[in-house]
């Protein structure tokens, strides 16, 4: 059984930095993408960040490239995603999930870790 556990939300000020953290186990994932998303108060859930597990095709969405950054640790089966230079519009609970198939859809979902920027 796949499971998949964010860690690393919390309230921080405009400008500063977190590292989330997602803790993968149950299967192997060495050709999955693994994906950060994040859904605001109100909002859809979007996709923030892509990586594949063992390589690269990382992907960002316009709203964080150049401020996040997406990357993993086959070892410890963990992806992390750290985020610089955050804004109040950052806020919003984060989830990682797991493409196990390579098809673009993401089967496999955290409980979501909530990340608030203050102004």
């Known amino acids: 059984q796949v499971q998949l556990v964010e860690s690393g939300g919390g309230l921080v000020q405009a400008g500063g930095s977190l590292r989330l953290s997602c803790a993968a186990s149950g299967r192997t994932f060495s050709r999955s993408y693994m994906g950060w998303f994040r859904q605001p108060p109100g909002k859809e859930r979007v996709i923030v960040a892509r990586?594949?597990?063992?390589?690269?095709?990382?992907y960002y969405s316009d709203s964080v490239k150049g401020r996040f950054t997406i990357s993993r640790d086959n070892a410890k089966n963990t992806v992390y995603l750290q985020m610089n230079s955050l804004k109040p519009e950052d806020t919003a609970v984060y989830y990682c999930?797991?493409?196990?198939?390579?098809?673009?859809?993401?089967?496999?979902w955290g409980q979501g870790t909530q990340v608030t920027v203050s102004s």
């Open positions: 999930a797991a493409d196990l198939n390579n098809n673009g859809v993401y089967e496999h």
């Open positions: 990586i594949y597990w063992s390589g690269g095709n990382i």
